[in-house]
């Protein structure tokens, strides 16, 4: 049985995910297939790579679907300006395939992205009136239920557990309800 419950992403930790969709000509399937695999594992090779996915069209003549993680962007520049790269490119001639769409999720998109979409993300502001409505109930509820026990506590230390108990919260609970809960403002252009 598959699970098709709506995950958030997690929050932003430096990461950038890139997404690529290439259409394939009819019969150049198999010669796309192992051009991706090898470039992939070529930049899986490469330091701070996180893994990466290449995914067969769900349809007869739909794209296909590669999928790269970097732990930041240098590490994501690197592979982007690599020779090795360049070099798999000016190799894929007479595969047939185009690149027909790319995204990077950097920071905050990533908390805003709904898995196996290539649709923007929303405007700046929008994403900071949602993290502020996750925010501020989160911050209410520490104060009162974390303040009372930590006001003894050195600053720093306090700090830290707010911090800690925050970011999870954030993470797990607070941005998962706000994306679902705003989703049509959102993605309303």
């Known amino acids: 049985m598959t699970d098709t ?12 995910s890139l997404l690529i969709a290439r259409q394939v000509e009819p019969g150049y399937e198999e010669a796309f297939e192992s051009w991706a695999r090898g ?29 790269h993680r970097f732990r930041d962007q240098e590490a994501f520049q690197r592979w982007q300006d690599s020779p090795e790269r360049a070099e798999w490119f000016a190799n894929c001639e007479g595969h047939h395939h185009t690149e027909i769409a790319r995204r990077e999720l950097h920071g905050m998109e990533t908390w805003f992205a709904k898995p196996g979409t290539t649709r923007p993300a929303p405007p700046r502001w929008k994403m900071a009136i949602s993290s502020g409505l996750a925010i501020f109930p989160i911050s209410l509820l520490g104060n009162a239920v974390l303040g009372p026990y930590l006001v003894n506590v050195n600053f720093v230390l306090r700090t830290a557990a707010f911090a800690a108990v925050f970011s999870t919260l954030m993470t797990y609970v607070a941005m998962p309800a706000v994306s679902r809960l705003l989703r049509p403002w959102l993605t309303r252009g």
Do not use: Q
């Open 5 to 16: 419950t709506e995950h958030s992403v997690p929050a932003d930790n430096g990461e950038v």
């Open 39 to 67: 470039i992939l594992e070529t930049a899986a090779r490469f330091p701070d790579h996180l893994g990466y996915g290449l995914f067969r069209p769900a349809a007869e003549g739909a794209p296909w679907f590669l999928v």
